[in-house]
Structures are given as structure tokens and as C-alpha cells.
């Protein structure tokens, strides 16, 4: 029998990383052998590691309203750039997603334009936690914001416990951007006509407005299940590691940009401002321990791309990510020591298990074709150059990574061959 497609490499598969031979057909895998499969068309991918197709459950397209940063073309373009097969699009646009009318155009412009799955996360609006059921059956899970950030989808505490059973009712989960909004405004009054430091954002929004929203969540009572998102200190790390131990169905996330840099870095590169602020080595230590330790959920990239004017002139938070998830992925591997199952993990299988994509996350037969090899075998250097994201820029630029995307197949076809966007 020839296959559409078969690929041949060392494939971190549920059973180990093995040697195999990956037969296609349409978009599902239909065989895994050690040799013998044919196909009509053929990926030699020996001396890379095959793994399920990545998934970020954090991400910002910006479409529809900010279309001069990203659209769902050029965003998903970065995203296969990267390797990512599935990407989950943020609710916060100038009209947030958090109504039927606004989420059935996102997806209307979303299928017509993107090149890998995106799905959708709804916000949730203090104003109509009404809305809450009416999107559920269009949307992926629900995002709350606990403090200011790009965009004005704030949801006030106070209506966080009624928002989340609302939202347990529905069986999505929940992902909570944890910053408590009055320690930034305490901050932000401290520091009026104080320091001008690079690093100064990072004293606006301190540790403490992480780690006291956490506990405020963690405090409250729901049978949601709850992501954490980007988490950035080891306290906040923590208070979610303890209570996994009593409480099911709560997970934590970290980004790429919380892992590879710290605050020293703004002083030397004025693009690095985030929300949450990237913090010291202590932190960003604790969350790659705890990341090749598997006690970390999800890899995510938080992409948020911005114009460089904006970033320059006007301080506008977030960074672009998804162009070189595989290669701070590579990173993680060759630097870090990171093990390849773990990547298939906190990259995949996690994500596809807690979001109930039952149809992906492994390479096992039945599965979509969604796969992402990666060349680790030389070092390339980031450069804008190679950057698909409309924002035209990276953080990355400059640093030396030790591998990238050297092919990804969504659904069976390839969308990256050999380096190059098919």
C-alpha cells in the first residue's frame, strides 16, 4: 500500500522516542512501523526529532480591529514558521470576543484565512456574564483578565466567583491573566517621578501582584478548571504546585520570553516589556526547573505583536513569539537539558488532554497529521529576517539558537519544507 505521505526520523512517540516510519493518509496518520512503508510523496527527517504538532494556548492575532499588527494570515504564517499546528487566539481586540455576533466573525475570519487550527477563547464581561453559555458551544474556554492590560477586558474581582461557576456550567475551562490591579496602582503611585530605568515597568506590576491575584483565585471556590497563565515567579509557581495536590483540573503556563530572558535584559533591549515583567534569575530558574521537571503545564508563547514604533514611543506591553517557538524549543533541548518526551508534553500532549483536543497531541495512529520536526543539528542566529509575524521584529534578535522548524505538516500537508514556507 503507498501512503500519501511518510515521513521517516526518530519520533517522540507515547511509547519513547524511536526510530519510525510515519504513513499519511488524508489528514490522519494510518501506520507507525519500524521500515517498509511507502508513499507518494517521502520526508527523509533521519538525524531530527519528529514530534506531535505543537500547540500554543496563548496567543494574540489581533484580527479583527488591529489588522496593522497581525492578522490570521500572518499570524498563523509565524506559527507554522515555528512549528506550532494549533494556536488559541486571546478574546481582548478593540469589540473583545465575548459575544456570539463577535466570536461567529472571528471564526468566520479565521476559517477563510488561517493557515493552522485556530480555535478561540472567549472573555468574559463583567457587564453580561450572561454571554458566558450563549458562546460555549464556539469557543475553546474562556479568558478573564484580573487586571489592566492591552485592551479593556478587566473583570473585577469581586465577580470572579460568580464568572467561574458560570463557566464551570459550561465544562470549558478557564485561563485567568493573575495580576491584582491594586498592588500595580500602589506601585504605579510610588514610583510616580522616580527611576527611569529600562527595567522601571517591572517595579509597576511587582511580584506581589502575581502572587497576591493567585491566591485570591486559588482561594476561590469553583469546579472550573483553571490554566494560570504566564505564570512569572517561583512564589506564584508554587502556591499553584500546592494546591495541585488537593485540586483537579488546575494547570499553569509559562512563555517562552519568561524562560529565556530576565529583567537585566530591558536594560539593554527596550522591547522586552511584558505583562506580567520579565523578572530576576531566581525566578526565571525556578519556572526551567520546574518546566523540564513537568511541573509545568504549557509552553506558550503569549505572541503579542506590536508595531516597533508603538513599542518605542508609546511602551506598548508584549512580544511576538510563535517564529521561534521551535527555536527556543531547541534551546530548552540543547541548553537546558530538557528531555524530548517532556517537550512532546508541555508543547502537545498536555494541552490536547486539558482542552479536550482528543484528535491530536500524540503521534499514534488515528490521529490528525499534525507534526513538527526539528533540526537540531546546527545553530542559527534570530534575525527579523526571518520573522512572518506583520510586526516585522523579534526578541530574539541577535541570539545564537541551537536548532529550528525544519518541516511542519498540518493535516497532512506540509506547510514548512526544509526551512521554507511551502
Not at 537539558?337 to 503521534?363: E, H, W, Y
Not at 526578541?395 to 526551512?419: M, Q
Amino acid at each position: 500500500m503507498d501512503y500519501d505521505l511518510v515521513v521517516e526520523g526518530r519520533a517522540v512517540t507515547p511509547g519513547g522516542v524511536r526510530d519510525v516510519q510515519i504513513g499519511v493518509n488524508g489528514t490522519r496518520i494510518a501506520a507507525i512501523k519500524r521500515q517498509g512503508l511507502k508513499g507518494t510523496k517521502r520526508i527523509d527527517a533521519m538525524g531530527c526529532l519528529v514530534f506531535p504538532g505543537f500547540i500554543d494556548v496563548h496567543a494574540h492575532l489581533r484580527e479583527p480591529g488591529w489588522e496593522y499588527k497581525e492578522d490570521f494570515t500572518t499570524g498563523t504564517k509565524a506559527a507554522a514558521n515555528g512549528g506550532v499546528t494549533t494556536v488559541f487566539d486571546m478574546p481582548n481586540n478593540p469589540v473583545p470576543a465575548t459575544d456570539v455576533a463577535t466570536i461567529d466573525e472571528k471564526l468566520r475570519l479565521a476559517k477563510s484565512k488561517a493557515l493552522v487550527d485556530v480555535r478561540l477563547f472567549g472573555g468574559v464581561n463583567g457587564h453580561r456574564l450572561e454571554d458566558i453559555a450563549r458562546i460555549a458551544d464556539r469557543v475553546i474556554g474562556y479568558k478573564i483578565y484580573l487586571a489592566r492590560t492591552t485592551g479593556d477586558l478587566v473583570l473585577p474581582h469581586p465577580l470572579l466567583g460568580r464568572a467561574l461557576s458560570r463557566i464551570a456550567d459550561t465544562r470549558r475551562p478557564a485561563d485567568v491573566h493573575c495580576e491584582d490591579q491594586s498592588v500595580i496602582d500602589s506601585s504605579v503611585k510610588k514610583a510616580y517621578s522616580s527611576s527611569n530605568r529600562a527595567d522601571s515597568h517591572a517595579d509597576l506590576r511587582p511580584p506581589e501582584a502575581e502572587v497576591r491575584s493567585i491566591k485570591r483565585l486559588l482561594a476561590t471556590r469553583t469546579e472550573a478548571r483553571i490554566n494560570v497563565c504566564h505564570i512569572s515567579t517561583g512564589s506564584g509557581l508554587r502556591l499553584v504546585r500546592h494546591a495541585q495536590k488537593t485540586r483537579v483540573g488546575l494547570a499553569c503556563e509559562a512563555t517562552l520570553h519568561h524562560l529565556f530572558f530576565t529583567r537585566k535584559d530591558m536594560l539593554t533591549n527596550r522591547l522586552l516589556r511584558t505583562n506580567p515583567p520579565l523578572r530576576g534569575e531566581a525566578d526565571r530558574s525556578a519556572l526551567l526547573d520546574a518546566l523540564g521537571k513537568g511541573k509545568v503545564d504549557f509552553l506558550v508563547t503569549d505572541h503579542a505583536p506590536h508595531t516597533l514604533e508603538e513599542k518605542l514611543t508609546e511602551s506598548a506591553s508584549g512580544v511576538p513569539g510563535l517564529d521561534f517557538y521551535g527555536g527556543i524549543v531547541a534551546w530548552l533541548i540543547m541548553k537546558c537539558g530538557l528531555s524530548p518526551m517532556t517537550i512532546a508534553k508541555v508543547c502537545s500532549g498536555n494541552q490536547a488532554r486539558f482542552f479536550g483536543l482528543r484528535d491530536r497531541g500524540n503521534i499514534d495512529l488515528g490521529t490528525r497529521a499534525d507534526l513538527t520536526i526539528l533540526d537540531l543539528r546546527s545553530t542559527r542566529r534570530a534575525t527579523s529576517r526571518d520573522v512572518f509575524s506583520k510586526c516585522g521584529w523579534t526578541p530574539y534578535e541577535g541570539r545564537d539558537l541551537p536548532g529550528r522548524a525544519r518541516w511542519t505538516i498540518s493535516r497532512g500537508k506540509p506547510l514548512v519544507t526544509d526551512f521554507e514556507m511551502s
